[in-house]
């Protein structure tokens, strides 16, 4: 048996960097958060429940704002505040979503106030975000803001018909947005996981067939980890992706480039 061969490693430095993520107290905000903090980056979780004082994390380059991205004055509370005590913003990471379990349906079945809180959180509350910090980046001539899409921006499965389409119109709003602002020096992007072990997931297992079922869909055999996600999006907003906008990046574990995201429909008895 061979013995195992080495692997590479990317080590980033995003000391003075202010970076704004929203939905980053649990899953893959949660697992961005913390790279970026790792790498001495200034962050501010921005979450609708996040965590009390006591289950706060002992980390002094982390704080954590109460903001509902379905509320306009939430978001631009966030964005002042950040503001005010730091003088900038550098990175955006658009992460807060929703996928209740009673958006598992065919959209004649989606009851009104569930399809209509997804849409006010997963879409307007990317826009209402990257409208309060665009300001601030191009006064500054400098800024990467990163849409957390999904892999079913890109293709679908029956029962999933308000979270997939919101999730394409996130990968359209950073190539819009990379485009527009391309020349103010501010990069736009997007990532697309496939299915990552994270609470959301974890809730919809068994509406996905399983654990092992949702693992075998993908190539690599096994579902992500949030730190697998967040390692992209360190890396999208680096230098080392400077010439990198207005695109998505997917981190499906090769889930994309199977001829079928979905399981075929039951054979008729």
Same mark, same amino acid.
């Given at each position: 048996?061979?013995?195992?061969?080495?692997?590479?490693?990317?080590?980033?430095?995003?000391?003075?960097?202010?970076?704004?993520?929203?939905?980053?107290?649990?899953?893959?905000?949660?697992?961005?958060?913390?790279?970026?903090? @790792?790498?001495?980056?200034?962050?501010?979780?921005?979450?609708?429940?996040?965590?009390?004082?006591?289950? @706060?994390?002992?980390?002094?380059?982390?704080?954590?704002?109460?903001?509902?991205?379905?509320?306009?004055?939430?978001?631009?509370?966030?964005?002042?505040?950040?503001?005010?005590?730091?003088?900038?913003?550098?990175?955006?990471?658009?992460?807060?979503?929703?996928?209740?379990?009673?958006?598992?349906?065919?959209?004649?079945?989606?009851?009104?106030?569930?399809?209509?809180?997804?849409?006010?959180?997963?879409?307007?509350?990317?826009?209402?975000?990257?409208?309060?910090?665009?300001?601030?980046?191009?006064?500054?001539?400098?800024?990467?803001?990163?849409?957390?899409?999904?892999?079913?921006?890109?293709?679908?499965?029956?029962?999933?018909?308000?979270?997939?389409?919101?999730?394409?119109?996130?990968?359209? @709003?950073?190539? @819009?947005?990379?485009?527009?602002?391309?020349?103010?020096?501010?990069?736009?992007?997007?990532?697309?996981?496939?299915?990552?072990?994270?609470?959301?997931?974890?809730?919809?297992?068994?509406?996905?067939?399983?654990?092992?079922?949702?693992?075998?869909?993908?190539?690599?055999?096994?579902?992500?980890?949030?730190?697998?996600?967040?390692?992209?999006?360190?890396?999208?907003?680096?230098?080392?992706?400077?010439?990198?906008?207005?695109?998505?990046?997917?981190?499906?574990?090769?889930?994309?480039?199977?001829?079928?995201?979905?399981?075929?429909?039951?054979?008729?008895?």
């Amino acid at each position: 048996m061979s013995a195992k061969r080495p692997s590479g490693n990317v080590i980033f430095d995003n000391r003075d960097r202010i970076v704004i993520v929203t939905g980053g107290s649990m899953g893959i905000g949660q697992a961005i958060t913390h790279a970026f903090a @790792q790498s001495n980056a200034r962050v501010y979780v921005a979450d609708v429940n996040p965590p009390s004082h006591e289950q @706060q994390p002992d980390n002094k380059s982390v704080t954590y704002l109460r903001c509902d991205t379905a509320s306009e004055a939430d978001c631009k509370a966030v964005v002042r505040k950040v503001v005010e005590e730091q003088g900038a913003v550098d990175v955006l990471v658009n992460n807060a979503a929703i996928q209740p379990p009673g958006s598992y349906h065919p959209i004649d079945r989606v009851p009104p106030e569930v399809w209509q809180r997804m849409i006010d959180v997963n879409l307007c509350g990317y826009q209402r975000m990257a409208a309060a910090v665009l300001p601030h980046m191009k006064r500054q001539h400098s800024g990467v803001i990163i849409n957390l899409a999904s892999g079913q921006a890109h293709r679908t499965a029956r029962e999933v018909g308000v979270y997939g389409p919101i999730k394409s119109a996130n990968v359209m @709003q950073a190539r @819009q947005w990379g485009v527009e602002y391309a020349r103010d020096g501010i990069r736009v992007l997007s990532v697309s996981p496939g299915a990552i072990n994270t609470p959301m997931i974890r809730a919809s297992l068994e509406e996905q067939g399983g654990g092992a079922a949702l693992g075998n869909r993908h190539p690599i055999g096994r579902i992500g980890e949030p730190h697998e996600v967040a390692s992209a999006v360190l890396w999208l907003t680096s230098d080392a992706a400077s010439f990198v906008t207005a695109t998505d990046l997917e981190v499906d574990g090769g889930l994309g480039s199977f001829g079928a995201f979905a399981d075929p429909y039951p054979t008729p008895r």
